[in-house]
Antibody, heavy 121, light 106 residues
Framework: QVQLVETGGGVVQPGRSLRLSCAAS????????MHWVRQAPGKGLEWVAI????????YYADSVKGRFTISRDNSKNTLFLQMNSLRAEDTAVYYC??????????????WGQGTLVIVSS | DIQMTQSPSTLSASVGDRVTITCRAS??????LAWYQQKPGKAPKFLIY???SLESGVPSRFSGSGSGTEFTLTISSLQPDDFATYYC????????FGQGTKVEIK
């Protein structure tokens, strides 16, 4: 069965960096685009970034463009999110999510359990 | 950017009720719309795509309709497991979610 397990969350000071990981299993990881979606405490869902199945194409929400970098290692079935220059408004549960298609349909059929990032001094 | 607006924000209903949630897009998105269900402390679950196509394994009491800018999610007979928050999502241009509709017990 499909499993997505995020790690790397925690408490970080404003302006600092954090790297999230998402270990995937149960499907052909290299065959699908992958996403990060976040949810601030008590708030709705916000799409953050997408990476194509081969890692060649990446797109970001305006709110994180220039600060966050999505990447993947298909040899290790792992998705990453490098978060730099963190702000209080980046505080959220971060989910990795599998796209339904290889090229990126932006629909998410499997999600991880999420990892909480708190940006606070 | 395409904005998504759901109504109502909260809906009180009883088991067996027919429930309808509305989602409006700020511009036409054809049928590039999905619905998700989320329970407290859990990840969202994929319910419907292309406005009306049911994801595999989702009960048939869930249905979606609409095109252009107005969409609905209907639960034909509310079950105890259906009390949750529901989100619509446009995917015509990147991705934007609605603010959510919480379905609570009346």
């Amino acid at each position: 069965q499909v499993q997505l397990v995020e790690t790397g969350g925690g408490v970080v000071q404003p302006g600092r960096s954090l790297r999230l990981s998402c270990a995937a299993s149960g499907f052909t990881f290299a065959g699908y685009s992958m996403h990060w979606v976040r949810q601030a405490p008590g708030k709705g869902l916000e799409w953050v970034a997408i990476i194509s199945y081969d890692g060649d194409n990446k797109y970001y929400a305006d709110s994180v463009k220039g600060r966050f970098t999505i990447s993947r290692d298909n040899s290790k079935n792992t998705l990453f999110l490098q978060m730099n220059s963190l702000r209080a408004e980046d505080t959220a549960v971060y989910y990795c999510a599998k796209d339904t298609l290889s090229y990126g349909a932006y629909t998410f059929d499997y999600w991880g359990q999420g990892t909480l990032v708190i940006v606070s001094s | 950017d395409i904005q998504m607006t759901q109504s109502p924000s909260t809906l009180s209903a009883s088991v067996g009720d027919r429930v309808t949630i509305t989602c409006r897009a700020s511009q036409s998105i054809s049928t590039w719309l999905a619905w998700y269900q989320q329970k407290p402390g859990k990840a969202p679950k994929f319910l419907i795509y292309k406005a009306s196509s049911l994801e595999s394994g989702v009960p048939s009491r869930f249905s979606g309709s609409g095109s252009g800018t107005e969409f609905t999610l209907t639960i034909s007979s509310l079950q105890p497991d259906d009390f949750a928050t529901y989100y619509c999502q446009q995917y015509k241009s990147y991705s934007t979610f609605g603010q959510g509709t919480k379905v609570e017990i009346k």
